[in-house]
């Protein structure tokens, strides 16, 4: 049912809203900038501050731009609004709204249509990569569109990128700056070529409009007067460069955000436009929302030791303050190797299920997308029904856009309270399309195709259970209710969810909450992870397990592994960890190392090319410090990669799932002579020895052979 208002009272909007969220709601003027920590309803206090300038009048509701970073949130928000009686309201993401005005402005400045976006930069990437004859595995060409792309929202040139990239501590494995530097002017050029822009573009176009154009930007500047930015702390340098540019000489601006929750420091986001706001806007009222309705005081606890006394960019995390009742208190696993420790969970999910917690209220978590595998086998071998969560786009997705418009001309030529319950007419019209009750085994693009089709299902059975909740004299629903009802959210942006338990990493689980969470590989080289060795990126490890932490309302489970597959080197729980660790977990760790100082583990404490101590994980895994020059032959390491190449090839698996860069790299410094050495070696154990050590070996020993020549 709607709650939407035609008109708001403004005294009754601020009735609902804590003394913090008040104060954010009334004020309407001048800079202002909202510490938000996690589940403390900054959406509510953001929304209810535009609803409450609009119903006063003093905001003109075409006047007010709201932007934020996905096409979900902006749905929310535009939802939301809309039930505050506050419509009319532009609620977009960055490159949403700077692509529309880049459309309407650049045939006006330029003559001519605003260039198409390129439907895959990634194959541009590839062939500019090709005709510089330098050789690109996916891995890596991943990289490198990564890399191009940060350089973009960072307003870096591919002239400065070396100098910069540098100084900002960047680097891709086995392509040096100078490469990646040719790489992108070729990629420039091309897009020149075929008169294409891409995502970053967009915003570069926005930008050299308003900058370049005076009456362009009199015009945007005269459209938007009030200027609202969600998870500000997000924001790289070109959209705050953006930012400036639409906002001119004003001060109309609310900035939102929580710099304890930055974790995408590695595309450009930089939290100190947030923690810097009151010295950069003098005057500027700073208000922090720190009652958090969303989780326990166990959850909240938890999350609270983990970030204490930590510093976020300047500014301490806010420490929460619990709303809800006590909860069950956090669990804290260890298990023998990662087959048991998924087990482990999987186990947890069904007893939280015989306690009634719906399986899409339950979600598993991880810091990369290798460490899924052994959790989706554990749920299929239990029958346990679950989802992977993808991208935001989940309304452009082919079997989406076909199932909708299939659904509509079924629901147009369907009569009055014709073929059964809404549910089995949906069932059958997804049945044409592919769909079955049970999911296809394994992953890939046919389960993806299942999840959708059986998140659209979901809809029509949440429907008519709200109905049966709503007794005999409600509304039937039909096939046409639930084609209105999709066709609503698709505007909204608002994902259905289906009956299972959320599979998906930290970085995408940002935003979002479950009853019960498990947070999987909490251990060190996972959380942080490996390859996290400066300081700061070292810190954005911490917050990406506080915003796991944060996923949980009343259930939470962190467990770790201390063998990889039942071998190789003991690991420890993650030093995050330490604040939270009650004292039966705690013995596991010094044992482990000095396990692994016996064993003359390859994970060595003393750098092999100038001998003195080793000070993190990541360099004891290497066997040297970062600074110091590798021990390894380039041939050696170039037979490796060609032999992983064509591995992954036949098993139609990315590169890294044979072996990581920083595996191959162990091998080539350490050249294990015999099985025993291999297993050594960190990332290989048991298993991946016995499949591929014979192979290893013989390209080590032939190398060997080689340089006594």
């Not at 978590?365 to 460490?371: E, M, S, W």
Request: proline share 5%.
């Amino acid at each position: 049912m709607s709650n939407t208002r035609t008109s708001a009272d403004p005294e009754a909007l601020l009735a609902g809203l804590d003394p913090e969220q008040r104060a954010v709601a009334t004020t309407l003027n001048g800079p202002l900038a909202v510490i938000a920590g996690a589940g403390t309803g900054k959406t509510r206090a953001i929304t209810h501050r535009i609803a409450y300038g609009v119903a006063t009048g003093t905001y003109n509701p075409t006047a007010v731009l709201a932007v934020t970073f996905t096409t979900r949130a902006a749905g929310e928000l535009r939802g939301r609004l809309q039930q505050l009686g506050a419509r009319g309201v532009q609620t977009r993401t960055f490159h949403s709204a700077a692509l529309r005005q880049a459309q309407y402005f650049w045939p006006q400045a330029y003559g001519g249509e605003l260039p198409q976006v390129l439907d895959n930069r990634m194959s541009l990437v590839a062939e500019s990569a090709s005709r510089l004859r330098i050789r690109v595995d996916t891995p890596r060409l991943r990289d490198l569109v990564s890399e191009i792309a940060w350089a973009k929202v960072s307003n870096v040139t591919a002239e400065d990128y070396p100098r910069l990239a540098a100084a900002a501590g960047r680097s891709i494995a086995s392509i040096d700056p100078e490469t990646v530097a040719r790489v992108f002017t070729a990629y420039e050029g091309a897009k020149r070529d075929r008169g294409r822009i891409d995502f970053e573009d967009i915003l570069l176009c926005a930008a050299a409009l308003i900058s370049e154009h005076e009456q362009v930007a009199d015009t945007i500047r005269r459209t938007y007067r009030h200027l609202v930015v969600d998870e500000y702390q997000d924001v790289s340098p070109l959209q705050q460069a953006l930012l400036t540019l639409w906002r001119g000489d004003r001060s109309e601006l609310c900035v939102v955000g929580d710099p304890a929750q930055t974790i995408h420091s590695f595309a450009g986001a930089q939290a100190s436009y947030l923690t810097d706001f009151a010295r950069r806007h003098p005057g500027a009222t700073v208000v922090k929302l720190v009652r958090d309705y969303r989780s326990t005081p166990q959850v909240v606890g938890c999350a609270n030791k983990i970030m204490s006394g930590v510093k976020a960019g300047g500014i301490s995390a806010v420490t929460l303050q619990a709303q809800q009742p006590a909860g069950p208190e956090v669990e804290f696993v260890e298990a023998p190797d990662e087959a048991a420790e998924a087990a482990g969970i999987a186990d947890w999910l069904s007893r939280q299920a015989s306690d009634g917690v719906q399986w899409r209220e339950m979600a598993v978590l991880y810091r990369i997308n290798a460490q899924s595998p052994a959790i989706e086998q554990a749920l299929a071998e239990r029958q346990i029904p679950y989802l992977v969560r993808s991208g935001e786009r989940f309304y452009e997705r082919p079997e989406v856009r076909q199932a909708l418009l299939t659904l509509r001309t079924e629901a147009r030529a369907m009569g009055e309270g014709e073929g059964g319950s809404a549910v089995d007419q949906m069932k059958a019209v997804l049945g044409t399309l592919g769909w079955s009750p049970s999911p296809p085994d394994g992953a890939g693009a046919v389960r993806e195709r299942w999840e959708s089709l059986s998140a659209l299902l979901s809809v029509a059975e949440d429907l008519t259970a709200r109905v049966a909740e709503e007794g005999p004299t409600a509304t039937p629903v039909d096939l046409r209710a639930v084609s209105a009802e999709l066709d609503a959210r698709a505007e909204a942006q608002h994902v259905p969810v289906a009956q299972g338990v959320t599979v998906s990493t930290l970085h995408s689980a940002k935003g979002l909450e479950w009853e019960a969470v498990a947070l999987l590989g909490t251990q060190e080289g996972s959380l942080p992870f490996v390859l996290a060795t400066r300081p700061e990126q070292v810190e954005e490890e911490r917050r990406l397990l506080y915003v796991g932490v944060t996923r949980a309302r009343r259930r939470l489970r962190l467990s770790w592994s201390r063998t990889r597959n039942g071998g190789g080197n003991p690991r420890k729980p993650s030093r995050f960890l330490d604040p939270v660790l009650p004292e039966s977990a705690r013995g596991a760790g010094p044992t482990a190392a000095r396990s692994t100082r016996r064993r003359g583990s390859v994970l060595s404490q003393h750098c092999r090319s100038c001998g003195s101590a080793l000070g993190d994980a990541a360099e004891r895994k290497l066997g040297r410090h970062l600074s110091c020059p590798s021990t390894f032959d380039e041939q050696t390491m170039a037979l490796l990669r060609e032999w992983r190449r064509q591995q992954a090839s036949e098993q139609k698996v990315p590169a890294f799932c044979i072996f990581t860069d920083a595996t191959l790299i162990a091998l080539a410094e350490a050249r294990p002579h015999n099985r025993s050495d291999l297993v050594k070696v960190q990332g290989l154990g048991p298993a991946k020895a016995d499949k591929y050590g014979d192979e290893v070996l013989a390209i080590l020993g032939s190398e060997s052979e080689r340089a006594r020549v």
